[in-house]
């Protein structure tokens, strides 16, 4: 069961930090914010305490992304409003790389070099710690060396891309686009598979750990396809809506592929069971947050659940990793305000 920090759940969003994104280190113990105001927040998530505020932003930090560089080191990737993509290093606290903001080359086709020259929208990072993946507002996808921390190869895309996702073998990018599914080739750098899923502008992809599964969204709209890395194909086999009607903005898979949440603002969030083609809670009356298997209540508050009342949208929530005391900390964020739970026995 989980419950909310202290008398004061916030006392470490004091100073006017104002939440944007969020990422939990893979060992649960750092939690990493974004703010509207450019810093970088790093959390002490045994007791709540301020490890350190990065400054390398200058504009809304609205995309977080954890793992390790080849190397070990384990890092953060952030980016920004402000068209940077930065590498922070969390055990030093201190900045690796600064990346961009692109600028427009005169010579050649006016590819942008360095970076991004729109918003940045969506950052994954490799399980090898070889490369990360940026997609953003210039309609490009960009794959980046962690050794040199320069481009490896840069995809383009008619439309601004909203999301991507890296396969479990490293093979392959998906991204999404105005209603639009892409899968890319990372060895031979072609474009595979290019998917017409939905009426609207895509708002999130995954990609499921087995490899077998992609799932997209766009609008109230859930697509959940089987990819067949022979043929390149992508065959639909889900297709779920909301029940509520409203605007679906995040996805992950979860029980190895068999079963997908679905997250979006005010309302609900949804665990569908792939196995059954259905819902396994459709009740858009208990808001039920996190990962598959927890059970943080958030709105409405019952006396045999934990939880508390919202009265901002809940824009993002999730789960740490369990820490080395085998607890783990949840993390909802209520407009832009930052709610830290603590699990106890």
């Known amino acids: 069961e989980f419950t909310e920090a202290g008398d004061d759940p916030n006392f470490w969003t004091n100073q006017n930090f104002r939440a944007g994104n969020f990422a939990f280190s893979s060992e649960g113990d750092i939690l990493v914010l974004g703010s509207l105001h450019g810093d970088v927040r790093l959390i002490n998530c045994f007791d709540g305490s301020i490890l350190a505020d990065l400054e390398g932003h200058n504009r809304f930090v609205d995309v977080v992304a954890t793992g390790q560089r080849y190397s070990g080191e384990r890092i953060a990737v952030t980016g920004s409003l402000d068209k940077r993509v930065i590498v922070w290093d969390l055990d030093n606290r201190t900045q690796l790389k600064a990346l961009g903001p692109g600028e427009r080359s005169e010579e050649g086709n006016g590819y942008e070099v360095e970076g991004h020259t729109g918003y940045v929208h969506d950052i994954k990072i490799s399980n090898s710690g070889n490369f990360f993946v940026s997609c953003g507002g ?23 891309v909203n999301c ?27 474009e595979v598979v290019t998917k017409y899923a939905h009426m609207e502008s895509v708002e999130s992809v995954a990609w499921s750990s087995n490899g077998n599964r992609i799932a997209s969204c766009a609008g ?14 992508l065959v639909q086999t889900h297709s779920f809506a909301n029940p509520s009607g409203m605007k679906v903005h995040d996805l992950r898979f979860t029980r190895e592929g068999r079963a997908l949440q ?38 409405p508050r019952k006396a045999n659940q934990a939880g508390f009342t919202t009265e901002a949208p809940v824009r993002f ?14 993390l909802v964020i209520e407009g832009h305000k930052v709610h830290l739970m603590i699990e106890s026995a």
């Open 262 to 299: 679905s997250m979006s603002k005010h309302d609900t969030a949804i665990t569908w069971n792939l196995e059954e083609n259905d819902a396994e809670n459709d009740n858009s009356e208990s808001l039920i947050y996190l990962e598959v298997e927890e059970n943080i209540h958030v709105r």
């Open 317 to 330: 929530a999730a789960v740490g990793p369990r820490k080395t005391n085998g607890e783990r900390t949840g």
């Open 138 to 160: 210039d309609r490009s996808i960009i794959v980046w060396n962690m050794r040199t921390f320069k481009i490896d190869h840069r995809f383009r895309e008619p439309f601004s």
């Open 164 to 190: 991507v996702a890296i396969s479990p073998d490293e093979n392959y990018v998906v991204s999404g686009s105005r209603g639009v599914v892409r899968i890319f080739d990372l060895n031979t750098t072609q």
């Open 220 to 233: 109230q709209v859930i697509q959940v396809y089987f990819f067949d890395g022979v043929e390149n194909k």
